[in-house]
C-alpha cells in the first residue's frame, strides 16, 4: 500500500523488543496506525484504521493470539 502518511513517519518498536531485529515497528499516523518489518524498514507497511488498531490491541491483551502449548 502507498500511503504517503508514511513519509516522515515516527516507527517506534515495543520496548520489550530487547534490541531484537526479528521485531515489528509502528507509526502512528494521521488516521491511522503504520505496521512494517523492523529487518526491511524501506519495505512494504500495512496501514490500519484507529478502531481495527483497537481491535487487534484488545486481542492481544486478552489472549486471542497466544499460541497454544504443547
Not at 534490541?19 to 496501514?47: H, Q, W
Not at 484507529?50 to 486471542?64: I, R, Y
Request: some cysteine; glycine content about 12%; charged content about 25%.
Amino acid at each position: 500500500m502507498n500511503d504517503d502518511r508514511l513519509a516522515g513517519a515516527k516507527w517506534f518498536k515495543s520496548t520489550r523488543s530487547a534490541g531484537n531485529t526479528e521485531c515489528v515497528e509502528v507509526a502512528f499516523l494521521d488516521g491511522g496506525v503504520g505496521v512494517r518489518d523492523s529487518k526491511n524498514p524501506t519495505g512494504p507497511a500495512l496501514v490500519f484504521t484507529p478502531s481495527e488498531w483497537d481491535a487487534f490491541t484488545a486481542g492481544v491483551q486478552d489472549g486471542e493470539f497466544t499460541r497454544p502449548t504443547a
